[in-house]
Nanobody, 123 residues
Framework: QVQLVESGGGLVQAGGSLRLSCAAS????????MGWFRQAPGKEREFVAA????????FYADSVKGRFTISRDNARNRVYLQMNSLKPDDTAVYYC????????????????WGQGTQVTVSS
C-alpha cells in the first residue's frame, strides 16, 4: 500500500521559514513526479510546486516563486519543500502528491496523496 507521510509543519511568524518533508513508501519513488499542494480554510486545494523524476526540473506557483524550493532525495524516497519569507497567506494544510505526468498543476492528475501537515503563519 502506497504511503506518503508529510512532516515539518507548525506555527511560524511572518518572515520565518519551515521545511516540509514527505516520506514515500511502497512505490518506485524515482518513477514519479512529486508535487506539493495546499488548502486553506474555505478555499480549494491549489498547486504549490512540482519536481521531475530525477529532480532536474521544477516549477512553482507564481505565489511562491522565489520563496519556496522543492527538492527530492531518490535514495531516501523523500521530497522536501523549503519555505522562506513566509506570509500569513501561506497558512494552509500542505499535501505531497505523486503522479506520472510532468508539468501539471491539476490535482486530479496525481495518483497518491499524503494526509497533510498544517502550516500556520502568524502576522
Amino acid at each position: 500500500q502506497v504511503q506518503l507521510v508529510e512532516s515539518g509543519g507548525g506555527l511560524v511568524q511572518a518572515g520565518g521559514s519551515l521545511r516540509l518533508s514527505c516520506a514515500a513508501s511502497s512505490l518506485t519513488f524515482r518513477s514519479y513526479v512529486m508535487g506539493w499542494f495546499r488548502q486553506a480554510p474555505g478555499k480549494e486545494r491549489e498547486f504549490v510546486a512540482a519536481i521531475s523524476w530525477s529532480g532536474d526540473g521544477t516549477f512553482y506557483a507564481d505565489s511562491v516563486k522565489g520563496r519556496f524550493t522543492i527538492s527530492r532525495d531518490n535514495a531516501r524516497n523523500r521530497v522536501y519543500l523549503q519555505m522562506n519569507s513566509l506570509k500569513p497567506d501561506d497558512t494552509a494544510v500542505y499535501y505531497c502528491a505523486a503522479g506520472e505526468r510532468w508539468a501539471t498543476r491539476i490535482d486530479k492528475e496525481y495518483d497518491y496523496w499524503g494526509q497533510g501537515t498544517q502550516v500556520t503563519v502568524s502576522s
